[in-house]
């Protein structure tokens, strides 16, 4: 692309600024004038896309208490980077063409994106059944650290138990753990604790406590993601767990009775890690291909879904397990698929069950007794399913008004819902409906805040497993686990999946058409590919072929024909069309802020790509005029050079009998600068977008009655 230099505009000018940009640092702390340039090098061998992690805030409104802000440490994203060789098998698996062993390639090259060893690991687990245990504890220890090659190591030799952990080896593990999904805040933690710790290794038991009561009031602040047991302390500070105990648990130097309650919360989250860290690293997996799958689908790339066995197989798991998984991705995704799937009975039940509900309270407004009024309890014991499950259906299904109608003469029937009568028990109740799959999602804190007419915070309270009357440490796991997961896709990782899909979406497209030599320099575009084909022509897209059909009708003398007026060889390069009556070559080009290594996207490599979108998200902390600013910079200079590109190949021509170049990135501009100028009897530009619209569904229709279905 060459050094594209591009400039932020002077927001303290007029916005009538002239569009010449200069690109400088985008570090939001310090703004140098160094000019950043897209770099001209080979594209690398992996895709990047980042990682997303899920946080639950627990902020408490007590004035003697901390504010807090604790982690779960889950850490399940939406998109992840793969490598090309992983890009290359999720092809096959989409088109359908994946052999048993590559099979288990791609479930651990997918439950390990950024970990060879693991994901060769697991690969031997799916396709023999089982690893002996010494590899069976490898793999776990590099799911808990899967990201982390040091503390992975370590993890191995605690889980293996065949020697004492050193203090260097403690303090490995706890940072960490501190920061799952940070390396570089790991190592700046392990530096600085490494020398604070040495030193109160060093010193007399009773000068300990100081130092490991601030220790330990650490760990219960953001951001530190995770808490040490009493045993761990020990370890870390030379004392033995009684020790450490006695010493938080002393009222006088210790902890106090709010942090104390809050370190133990904070452990809930964090424990059984060991048991979890594979099924997080397989559900993570999971939702990410779930998600790809169902894009792909949704575009007509491939005709059917995965199901939950395709699931199980790939991934090698139990039927119990791939449940699980399933309940946990994306409720968009979630619903997509039971639309596809048509899950008609639970629907069905959930209308009869709004059905028979209006009837009743229209019953009661019309005369009939209070009795014939039933609750939610008897209601789920008729329909089978939790009380909660049927507040969450009638609050889907009915509105607030006969909502609030219903629930005054239960109370002036005296029905009393024992599972609303605390937030525990509703919890408890939801709970068993989500593992269920009766509901989608639980409530939220704020949520139950309103239905019980208390504040966010005491809801918390109440279901802390300090309380008497709270959740079973258990349950108060899984319902933080579940608010975790049930976070919607942000903007930018929606719109990143798309284009991870669109590279799927040309591999698939690639498979199942003949093959074809790779995109080489001397023919960087892809029509020698029949990706479409229509009327005994052969177009790179749909779009492609809708415009050529309009050419043909509007355009006097202008007939399809390979080599003549469509995909037309031009020095080395091949250009869309040419009119010949008109003398000029026709290049619809729309501008795509993208790359994928078959030559789609609008950058040549990858490494300027990924430089645009870092530039994006930089800007954006600054100012999102400015960061549009510079996407449309770029793609006026993606055009730019794209223009010059083609101009040159023209140059084979002579100078008097030169076409007229036309480059368009539009339905518009192909309609003002070539249709109308040059057709005849061209309609008014909404008729003719009707005419575009109308031609590409037809002609998207008749491709997938070409695809033969798969198995």
């Known amino acids: 692309m060459g050094a594209l230099e591009l400039g932020l505009p002077d927001e303290s000018k007029s916005e009538d600024a002239p569009p010449r940009l200069r690109l400088v640092s985008l570090n939001a702390q310090a703004h140098s004038a160094e000019p950043i340039s897209f770099r001209e090098s080979n594209p690398s061998t992996s895709l990047h896309l980042p990682n997303s992690t899920f946080e639950t805030h627990f902020i408490r409104s007590n004035d003697q208490a901390p504010q807090i802000t604790q982690r779960l440490h889950a850490r399940v994203s939406s998109l992840t980077r793969y490598d090309e060789r992983t890009l290359l098998l999720l092809g096959d698996y989409f088109s359908g063409a994946l052999s048993k062993s590559a099979s288990a390639e791609l479930a651990g090259r997918l439950v390990f994106p950024h970990n060879s060893r693991a994901a060769q690991l697991y690969g031997e687990r799916v396709r023999s059944g089982k690893l002996s245990e010494q590899k069976e504890q490898r793999l776990l220890a590099e799911a808990l650290y899967p990201d982390n090659p040091e503390a992975a190591e370590v993890a191995y030799h605690k889980l293996v138990g065949k020697r004492t952990l050193s203090l260097a080896e403690q303090i490995t593990l706890y940072a960490a753990d501190a920061y799952p999904d940070s390396n570089r805040d790991a190592q700046r933690l392990k530096r600085r604790l490494t020398k604070e710790l040495q030193n109160a290794q060093s010193q007399p038991a009773e000068e300990k406590a100081s130092p490991l009561r601030e220790f330990a009031k650490e760990q219960i602040t953001s951001p530190i993601s995770t808490v040490s047991s009493f045993e761990d302390l020990a370890g870390l500070f030379g004392l033995s767990a009684d020790q450490a105990k006695q010493i938080l648990s002393d009222p006088q130097i210790g902890l106090t009775t709010y942090e104390h309650r809050y370190r133990e919360e904070k452990q809930i989250l964090t424990t059984n890690k060991h048991r979890d860290a594979l099924s997080l690293c397989v559900l993570k997996a999971a939702r990410n291909l779930v998600s790809l799958e169902n894009e792909l689908y949704k575009s007509g790339v491939i005709n059917r879904l995965s199901t939950r066995e395709d699931f199980r197989k790939l991934f090698g798991v139990t039927r119990g397990e791939i449940e699980q998984h399933v309940r946990f991705i994306y409720t968009d995704d979630l619903r997509f698929r039971e639309r596809v799937f048509g899950r008609q009975d639970h629907q069905r039940l959930k209308s009869e069950l709004a059905s028979e509900v209006e009837r009743q309270v229209e019953g009661v407004r019309t005369g009939s007794p209070l009795t014939s009024l039933v609750g939610d309890e008897a209601l789920a014991t008729k329909y089978s399913l939790e009380p909660a499950a049927v507040y969450h259906i009638l609050h889907e299904k009915l509105s607030p008004v006969l909502l609030q109608f219903r629930q005054l003469k239960l109370r002036e029937k005296g029905d009393i819902q024992s599972y609303l009568a605390s937030p525990t028990n509703f919890v408890t109740s939801e709970l068993k409906a989500f593992r269920k799959g009766e509901i989608e999602q639980v409530s939220t804190d704020r949520q139950l805040a309103a239905l019980f007419g208390v504040s966010e915070s005491l809801i918390y309270d109440q279901l802390s497993p300090r309380e008497a009357s709270g959740l079973p440490a258990s349950s108060f796991k899984d319902r933080e686990f579940s608010l975790a997961l049930q976070e919607r ?24 058409n003949a093959p074809t030599q790779s995109p080489t320099e ?29 050419l043909e009708k509007f355009i006097p003398g202008f007939l399809l024909q390979k080599n003549e007026t469509l995909h037309v060889e031009v020095g080395n390069r091949v250009v869309d069309f040419y009119l010949p009556r008109q003398h000029a070559v026709v290049e619809y080009h729309p501008i795509k802020t993208y790359w994928n290594r ?71 501009e192909q309609y003002l600068r070539v249709v109308r100028p040059y057709g005849k009897n061209v309609p008014g530009f909404e008729a003719f977008k009707k005419e575009f619209n109308r031609l590409r569904a037809r002609i998207k229709v008749a491709q997938k009655k070409e695809e033969t279905p798969r198995d």
């Open 598 to 668: 078959f030559g789609e996207g609008s950058f040549r490599t990858q490494e300027e790509y990924q430089e645009y979108i870092e530039n994006v998200k930089q800007l954006k902390r600054i100012s999102q005029r400015l960061a549009q600013w510079y996407k449309d910079a770029v793609k006026n200079q993606l055009l730019e050079e794209y223009t010059q590109e083609r101009q040159s190949a023209l140059d084979s021509w002579s100078q008097d009998s030169r076409p007229n170049l036309i480059v368009t990135t539009s339905l518009e």
């Open 522 to 550: 001397s023919s960087p575009r892809l029509s020698s590919t029949a990706r479409v084909s229509y009327h005994g022509h052969s177009f790179d897209s749909i779009e492609e072929a809708a415009h050529a059909l309009l």
């Open 489 to 512: 896709q942000d903007a930018p990782t929606v719109a990143l999946r798309l284009i991870l899909t669109e590279y799927l979406k040309e591999q698939v497209l690639r498979s199942k």
